[in-house]
């Protein structure tokens, strides 16, 4: 892992658009870890003195980029062979679809802030064919408040942490960052269970929870 990291920093003092682009790709099938990191390695000067907002442009970006793709993806999936075989074992898709299509935006907003959750979510949205106008709007609302607060979540993660760095080795700086890491799906963790219960009965009903 900190070859990892030292060569991304390495490669972003010689080619910052590309550092990007790797992270980008990076965000998009690995979503909030990635992005963490990113923002870990922001902070840290990793990526130069605009790092932070070229790093929250990029994260935002691939966010939005990941929400087209597992939308299309759904979307498209539908009418194929696949698609059929899907229908015809997946239980309950029809009542599935029904609440998606009733409540598409609650359940995207929701995606954002319930971790390994955007994935699933976003493919029903499109599996059930909500229209993309609606996704988009509610999609990109959702992450302008999300990708800040993530931001926030890290920096305030990494600022605590940094103490236990102050001779700074790399070596204690990788340690810091798997610790970081830890304390980030931590937080996640308890972020959707705080989510869960401001959203209590609703979320009890809508998952079967009380059947």
Do not use: C
């Amino acid at each position: 892992m900190s070859e990892w990291i030292n060569a991304l920093g390495s490669l972003a003092s010689q080619n910052l658009f590309l550092a990007f682009f790797i992270v980008y790709l990076a965000t998009i099938f690995l979503g909030n870890v990635s992005a963490f990191a990113t923002f870990w390695i922001a902070f840290r000067g990793g990526f130069g003195a605009w790092g932070t907002p070229l790093a929250l442009i990029a994260i935002f970006a691939a966010e939005v980029s990941g929400d087209l793709l597992w939308y299309s993806l759904g979307n498209k999936l539908r009418d194929t062979r696949l698609g059929t075989f899907i229908k015809n074992y997946l239980p309950r898709h029809e009542q599935l679809e029904q609440k998606m299509q009733k409540r598409n935006v609650r359940y995207v907003v929701l995606s954002k802030f319930i971790y390994a959750s955007s994935f699933p979510i976003v493919f029903m949205v499109g599996w059930s064919r909500v229209a993309f106008k609606r996704f988009f709007k509610t999609s990109a609302l959702t992450l302008a408040v999300w990708v800040p607060l993530l931001m926030g979540i890290a920096y305030g993660l990494f600022s605590g942490l940094s103490p236990l760095g102050a001779i700074a080795t790399f070596r204690q700086f990788e340690i810091n960052f798997f610790i970081g890491i830890a304390a980030f799906i931590v937080a996640n963790y308890f972020l959707t269970k705080l989510v869960k219960i401001v959203f209590g009965r609703w979320w009890r009903e809508e998952n079967g929870e009380n059947e």
